[in-house]
Structure formats: C-alpha cells, structure tokens
C-alpha cells in the first residue's frame, strides 16, 4: 500500500465508508456494520461523494465494493425513514429526496469510467441487493443471499427492480420481486445477478484479483468499452450497431489500438499508453 493509500485508510477507519487504495484498485467499504450497512442518507452521500472524487482519479483503474459486518447491505434505513412520517407532508418530500439520492449513486456505479467490482461477503437485500445488481461484475460468498423483500412490508422495490430487471431474465427477476424470498449464491450466480461464488474468506481477495485483471488492460479501451455497453442495452438493435460501429471506428484511432493490434501480430505483450 502507498503511504498516501495508508494515510486515507488510517484517516477513514471510523467513517461509515473507508477507502484502502491497492496499487490502481480503490476499494471502498461500507462501515455501518451495527446498522447492516443500511444505506441512510449519510451513506449514500459519502458513497456518492467517493464516487465523484474516484471517476477524476486517472491512476485508479477499478473499484472494489465491499462490506463489513453481518451484511452487505440492508437496504434503505427504514427508521431513519420512518422517522420523517411525523413531518408536515408525512415524509412525501424526505421519501422523493432520498430515493432520488439513491437512484443517483447507482447510476454514478454504472456510469463511473472505472469497472466496479462488489465483494458481496453477506446478504444484499432491497437497495443493497440494487447496489449488487448496479455494480458491473460482483463476486460472493457462497454464504450470501440476496432478496428483494420490499413485497412482504408492503413496500415493493420497484427502484431495485430497475437494476435488477436490467442483469437477470425478466421471470428470475420478477419471482424475486414477488416473492420477496430470498436466492442463495449459487441460483445468483445461475441467474447472472453475480459473477463468482467463493469461500467466504476469500471473497474480498478474489474481487480484488478480478479488479486487477482489468487494470492490467488499458483504461481508455476499458473506458470506451464500459460506456458503449450500457449506452446499447438501451438501443434498438439496429441503432445499436449503428452505435457500436461508431464507436468501433474512433476507438481503432486510439494509440492503444494501434499498439495492440501490432503487439498481437507481432507477438509480444502491448504496452499501453491509455490513449
């Protein structure tokens, strides 16, 4: 770890999010352990706030999202917002905050330039199971579940359906939504809600060994690449690849284009110049 890395993690040790920087992999871990890293306002800001600072950072090539304690995440700090049904509105304008706050922390997941890897070591439910489903690649424990409950409060997580429904088939996602019963590792992994399932102790190692193969890449065609995915999903197919084509055309521009390509003919490793 550099000294800089030491000092932010030393500095951050109390704070409901840390950040430890691993060679070009920042990972950020959510501190609330006594609350299972429900996401309260606080949370999501600083989650926000990192993500910000991080997507300016160009010697940060990927990040890892983990947690500590019993949970990934809860979800939604239900008492933190229960606790507004006593305002003038009963809560209507604290309610549109926070969950427009949340629906922009996990858009800034999916539109940071860096890839973002969560290390799931326990259950993710509702927002935290959303905050799974947002994040780009996500490796668990074999002792995770994930659920999206919200049907049996009376509250259906309509928000987390919107990550969810964009990573699973649309019937896996719905008898999780209805249901509200809970999915082990393994049928997570079957569904493509995850990536990997590994030891529980081993779950922060191997996000971060995934992490690293991605910053061995260069991280303008890593950039450029991430972008273009998303901005697809949501295309026709024929304005898809008409999309796709474009962007095909001004990456074979790049350097690190034209210097792969050569160190692929030539046979030897590329030198990336992330331009």
């Not at 840390?18 to 352990?33: G, H, K, S």
């Not at 306002?41 to 990927?62: F, K, P, S, V, Y």
């Not at 197919?237 to 003919?265: H, K, P, Q, T, W």
Request: aromatic share 4%; proline share 3%.
């Amino acid at each position: 770890m550099t000294s800089r890395a030491a000092a932010v993690a030393a500095a951050s040790f109390s704070l409901i999010l840390q950040r430890e920087d691993i060679a070009e992999i920042a990972v950020l871990t959510l501190n609330r352990p006594q609350a299972r890293n429900s996401l309260s306002e606080a949370m999501l800001e600083a989650l926000g706030d990192a993500l910000t600072t991080i997507a300016h950072e160009r010697n940060i090539r990927a990040v890892v999202l983990a947690a500590n304690g019993p949970a990934f995440s809860a979800g939604h700090d239900l008492k933190e917002m229960n606790g507004h049904r006593s305002d003038e509105d009963r809560g209507r304008g604290y309610f549109k905050h926070i969950m427009g706050l949340c629906s922009t922390v996990m858009q800034q997941v999916v539109m940071l330039p860096q890839p973002v890897v969560a290390a799931v070591q326990a259950t993710a439910t509702a927002a935290g199971c959303q905050l799974v489903a947002s994040c780009d690649l996500a490796v668990a424990s074999r002792e995770a579940k994930f659920a999206t409950p919200g049907v049996n409060i009376g509250l259906f997580c309509s928000t987390p359906m919107v990550a969810l429904s964009r990573n699973v088939a649309r019937k896996h996602a719905m008898e999780m939504l209805l249901t509200g019963e809970m999915t082990t590792a393994e049928d997570a992994a079957r569904i493509g809600l995850i990536n990997h399932v590994v030891a529980p102790d081993r779950v922060r190692e191997e996000a971060i060994k995934l992490a690293k193969k991605i910053t061995a890449k260069s991280a303008l065609i890593v950039k450029i690449g991430k972008e273009a995915f998303y901005r697809q999903l949501e295309m026709s197919l024929v304005d898809a690849y008409n999309y796709a084509s474009e962007v095909m055309v001004e990456n074979m521009m790049a350097r690190d284009a034209e210097e792969g390509i050569r160190a692929f003919i030539e046979k030897r490793e590329p030198k990336w110049e992330n331009r």
